[in-house]
């Protein structure tokens, strides 16, 4: 019975991340600002890379959940869901963003969620200090990720530049408190081959 009911939790977490209007408890960044003026070039290009920044929420989501799930020690498992709780007002945050840029999400969503729960399960798997320092790095390429935005993104397009700041310091905060809690560093092999999938993942959500 425990069983069934921990799947049922975990699945209807999956639904709600697929398929569920995100919700957030804090305002989102520059919603106060006006909108600015975008060439519908520049429009499909910011929605494009707000696009890609959901799929990575997205992924946040099953990577937090995936080491949730194989976590023992009830500290990490709190820090872990603390995380988790904030990259849901990520995804609540690019979700809206996408809809005011006349956007949509990724067709491919359920396949990066699918993976990304196989990652955190398989980084839970090894231990503690292996799985915080999955999660550190992770955090760390997000951060370089978000930085190639805030470069990328047209510069009157104040309200997604905003997200991105805010997300950008949120995910600094999550890389060092997994450090603080025990993070061990990855072999330079690991960090190599997150960042190709990383690649292959960003360059095929900006078109899907």
């Known amino acids: 019975m425990i069983i069934t009911?921990?799947?049922?939790?975990?699945?209807?977490?999956?639904?709600?991340?697929?398929?569920?209007?995100?919700?957030?408890?804090?305002?989102?960044?520059?919603?106060?600002?006006?909108?600015?003026?975008?060439?519908?070039?520049?429009?499909?290009?910011?929605?494009?890379?707000?696009?890609?920044?959901?799929?990575?929420?997205?992924?946040?989501?099953?990577?937090?959940?995936?080491?949730?799930?194989?976590?023992?020690?009830?500290?990490?498992?709190?820090?872990?869901e603390k995380a988790a709780d904030e990259e849901t007002e990520h995804l609540a945050w690019t979700e809206r963003r996408l809809v005011e840029l006349g956007g949509r999400k990724s067709l491919l969503n359920p396949l990066w969620y699918l993976g990304a729960l196989a990652f955190g399960v398989g980084a839970?798997?090894?231990?503690?200090?292996?799985?915080?320092?999955?999660?550190?790095?992770?955090?760390?390429?997000?951060?370089?990720?978000?930085d190639d935005h805030l470069s990328a993104l047209p510069a009157q397009d104040i309200k997604s530049r905003a997200i991105v700041k805010q997300m950008r310091l949120d995910e600094i905060s999550h890389a060092e408190t997994a450090v603080r809690l025990g993070a061990r560093e990855l072999p330079a092999a690991a960090r190599k081959a997150m960042t190709i999938a990383s690649r292959m993942m960003t360059r095929t959500a900006y078109y899907v």
């Open 124 to 146: 839970g798997k090894l231990g503690d200090p292996w799985s915080l320092g999955f999660l550190a790095e992770t955090e760390r390429q997000v951060e370089a990720h978000l």
């Open 5 to 80: 009911d921990r799947f049922l939790i975990e699945f209807d977490k999956a639904l709600r991340t697929l398929f569920a209007p995100a919700a957030t408890t804090r305002e989102v960044p520059g919603s106060q600002e006006a909108e600015g003026g975008l060439s519908s070039e520049e429009r499909n290009h910011a929605s494009a890379l707000m696009r890609v920044n959901h799929v990575g929420e997205v992924c946040a989501q099953a990577l937090y959940q995936g080491q949730a799930l194989a976590c023992r020690n009830p500290v990490l498992r709190q820090a872990l």
